[in-house]
C-alpha cells in the first residue's frame, strides 16, 4: 500500500508539494467540466423541449394513424408548450397593461424576495439541524427517544402548518424589538424543510469518527466538549454539506410553496399561482417564472458548493461521503 | 515526582475482563493477569488476533475497565494516569486528523492541555526534529506515506513528554522495508526520551528486536504463559542478522507454539 518514501524526508517534501499542485490543476480541471457539463445540459434540454414539441404536435395531427401511441402519449401545442424563443421573448415584454416593468423583472424581484425567506430559512434549519444533532449525540437515550419524532415531523404536509404559522406570525409576536413580517412566516416554513436533513445527516456525521479516533481524545483526557469541537464536528463537515446542499434547494420549494399556501405576495410562489391562473392567456409567462424558481434553486445550490471550497475539513474529506 | 518514579510504570494485578457480562455473548477476554513494567522498560506482548492484547493495552490506557483486579500506572489507577496525562497512545492506524495539518496534528493534545500558541508551536518543532519531519509541518497527512504518517503519530504521543508510550501495533499496516526502518527509528525515540514503552505486535522478528522483555500470550481467554528477556544490548542493523537474534525468534515461536496455547 505504502511505499517506503519515509526513508527519504528531503524528496519527499518536494513530491508533497507536487501532489499539491497537481490535485489543485485536477480542481480547476473539475469546475471547468462542471461548467460545460452544465451549460452541455441545457441545450440537451432545450433540444429535447423543441423535439418533443414537434413530435407532440405530429401525433396530434396523427391521432388516426397511431391510435395506441395517441392515446397515452400528452399531445402538444403552442398552448401546452410555447415555442422557446416566444419564452425568451416573453421576458421582455410587461405582464400588465398598467405596469412597464418588463416580466424579468418582475421574476427577478419575485425571486429576490423568496430568496431572502429561502435564505433565513436555511440558516435558521442549519442552526436548528446542527444544535439538534449535537444534543442527540451527546445522549444514547435521547436519541432513540427523539429520532422518530424527528421524522415523524416531516410527514405533517406543509399546507396545513403553513397558514397556522402566518397567523401565529401576525398575532403573537408583537412582543419582539423588531416588526414581524409575513416572509419571516414563510421562511419560518421554510425551516421546517431545512433542519431534517442537515439533523439527520449532522447526526451521521458526528457519529463518523473511528473508535480509535475517540479512544485517542479519551487518551488525553479530553471533556465532550472538546471531542466535539475538535474531533466530531470537524469530521461531520462533508456529512453536513451534503446536507447543506439538499437543505439549500429544499429551502426555496419550502419558500414557493410557504407563500403559495399561506397567501403571501411578493414573491415566486404568488408569482407562479397568478400565471398559472391566467395560463391560457399566455402561458409563456408560468414558463418564465418556473424557470426563474429552478435558476433560485441551482443558485442556492451552487453557493453551498462553493462555500464548501473554503472549508478545509469539508473540502479535504470531500471523497468521505460523496 | 519522586513517588512515581520509584513505583512501576504499570502494574496489573489478578486482573480479568469480561465483555458483555450477564449476556448470552459473554466472552471472558482476559483471564488472571499479572504483569509488571518497570519504568524505562521496552516491553512487547505478543500473542495471535484474538488473544486480547489490545485489550489489555486498553486497561492499561483506562479506556477499558477490568471486570476483576486492579491496574496502576505510575502508582495511580489507570484513569487516573488518564486523566494526568501519564501516558501518550499509537495506534494501528495513524490515526491523524485530515483537516489538520501536521504541525497542528502534533499540537492536538497541547491545545486540549490549554497550552499558548506560541509553547505548542515551539514544542511541535522539537518534536519534528525528533521524528526527522522537520519540513513537513505544513503538510497534510493524506500528503505523507505511510509510515511518515506513523511518525507524525510518535511525535503526537509524545508531545506532551508523558513518562509511558502505549503502542497498538502501530506498524501493522506498513511494508516490511518501511516497518524495520520504523522500528529502529522508535528505537532511537525510546533512547532519547527514555519514555517507557508498551507495545503490542504479532510480528515475533518485531517484539525480539524491540524489546528488552516479550510477554507471550494465549488467546479465548487471554493468559499470560510465557515472559522471555531478551539480552540483545543495543540493536542496530546486523542484530537482526546475528545468531543470537534468531536465538531469541525461536525461542518466542516456540513459547507460541506451547501446547495449551495456539494451533
New interface residues.
Given amino acids: ?7 527519504d ?2 524528496t ?2 518536494a513530491v ?1 508539494d507536487e ?2 499542485r497537481y490535485e489543485r490543476r485536477v480542481a480547476i480541471r473539475m469546475a471547468v467540466r462542471r461548467v460545460a457539463v452544465f451549460v452541455s445540459f441545457l441545450v440537451v434540454l432545450a433540444f429535447a423541449y423543441t423535439g418533443y414539441k414537434a413530435f407532440g404536435g405530429a401525433i396530434d395531427d396523427a391521432q388516426t394513424e397511431w391510435p395506441v401511441v395517441g392515446s397515452f402519449l400528452p399531445r402538444s401545442d403552442d398552448l401546452t408548450m410555447p415555442p422557446l424563443l416566444d419564452i425568451a421573448a416573453e421576458v421582455s415584454v410587461p405582464p400588465q397593461r398598467n405596469n412597464a416593468k418588463p416580466l424579468g423583472v418582475f421574476v427577478l424581484e419575485a425571486a429576490l424576495f423568496t430568496l431572502r425567506e429561502a435564505a433565513l430559512g436555511f440558516f435558521l434549519g442549519v442552526i436548528l439541524g446542527i444544535g439538534i444533532a449535537v444534543l442527540l449525540v451527546r445522549s444514547k437515550w435521547l436519541e432513540r427517544g427523539v429520532s422518530p419524532y424527528i421524522v415523524a415531523s416531516q410527514t405533517i404536509p406543509l399546507v396545513a402548518i403553513a397558514p397556522i404559522v402566518i397567523i401565529w406570525g401576525r398575532t403573537s409576536l408583537d412582543w419582539l424589538p423588531f416588526t414581524w413580517e409575513d416572509w419571516m412566516s414563510v421562511a419560518l416554513i421554510a425551516t421546517y424543510l431545512t433542519f431534517f436533513p442537515v439533523a439527520v445527516n449532522g447526526l451521521r456525521g458526528l457519529h463518523s469518527p ?1 473508535p ?2 475517540v ?8 471533556t465532550p466538549n ?1 471531542t466535539l469541537v ?2 466530531r464536528l ?2 461531520s ?1 462533508p456529512y453536513l454539506f451534503v446536507a447543506f446542499k439538499l437543505a439549500a434547494t429544499v429551502a426555496v420549494v419550502g419558500a414557493i410553496v410557504g407563500e403559495i399556501s399561506a397567501g403571501v405576495r411578493g414573491g415566486l410562489g404568488r408569482l407562479i399561482l397568478d400565471f398559472a391562473g391566467r395560463y391560457t392567456t399566455g402561458p409563456e409567462r408560468l414558463y418564465v417564472s418556473v424557470a426563474g424558481a429552478a435558476a433560485l434553486g441551482i443558485l442556492a445550490f451552487g453557493l453551498v458548493t462553493l462555500s464548501q471550497r473554503f472549508v ?2 469539508a473540502r ?2 470531500e471523497s468521505v461521503s460523496t | 515526582m519522586t513517588a512515581t518514579r520509584v513505583a512501576p510504570a504499570v502494574e496489573m494485578v489478578l486482573v480479568s475482563k469480561v465483555f458483555n457480562r450477564g449476556k448470552p455473548n459473554e466472552v471472558l477476554a482476559l483471564d488472571d493477569i499479572s504483569l509488571s513494567v518497570g519504568q524505562r522498560e521496552f516491553i512487547t506482548l505478543i500473542g495471535p488476533s484474538g488473544c486480547g492484547k489490545s485489550t489489555l493495552l486498553r486497561l492499561m490506557a483506562g479506556l477499558l475497565d477490568p471486570t476483576v483486579g486492579e491496574v496502576t500506572v505510575n502508582g495511580k489507577t489507570a484513569n487516573q494516569a488518564r486523566a494526568d496525562r501519564e501516558y501518550g497512545i499509537a495506534f494501528q492506524t495513524a490515526g491523524l486528523f485530515d483537516w489538520r495539518s501536521v504541525q497542528q496534528n502534533i499540537e492536538l493534545p497541547l491545545q486540549l492541555m490549554g497550552w499558548s500558541k506560541r509553547d505548542r508551536r515551539q514544542r511541535a518543532r522539537e518534536m519534528l526534529t525528533l521524528v526527522k519531519l522537520e519540513e513537513f509541518g505544513g503538510h497534510y497527512p493524506r500528503e505523507l506515506s505511510g509510515g511518515m504518517q506513523q511518525r507524525v503519530a510518535i511525535a503526537r504521543a509524545l508531545s506532551f513528554q508523558p513518562s509511558i508510550l502505549f503502542m497498538d501495533e502501530p506498524f501493522g499496516a506498513l511494508d516490511e522495508m518501511t516497518r524495520e526502518h520504523m522500528q529502529t527509528e522508535l528505537l532511537r525515540i525510546w533512547d532519547e526520551t527514555h519514555t517507557t514503552v508498551v507495545f503490542v505486535t504479532h510480528s515475533i522478528p518485531e517484539a525480539v528486536f524491540l524489546s528488552e522483555r516479550v510477554v507471550v500470550m494465549s488467546p479465548r481467554p487471554g493468559r499470560l504463559f510465557a515472559e522471555l528477556p531478551v539480552d540483545l544490548g543495543a540493536r542496530d542493523f546486523d542484530t537482526r542478522e546475528s545468531p543470537e537474534f534468531f536465538e531469541r525468534v525461536t525461542a518466542v515461536r516456540e513459547a507460541l507454539r506451547r501446547p495449551d496455547g495456539v494451533e
Fill in positions: 500500500m505504502t511505499i517506503g518514501a519515509s526513508s524526508p528531503g519527499s517534501a508533497a501532489v499539491r473511528a480509535e479516533d479512544e485517542l481524545m479519551a487518551s488525553y483526557a479530553a472538546q475538535r474531533l470537524p469530521a463537515t478545509r475539513a479535504v474529506r
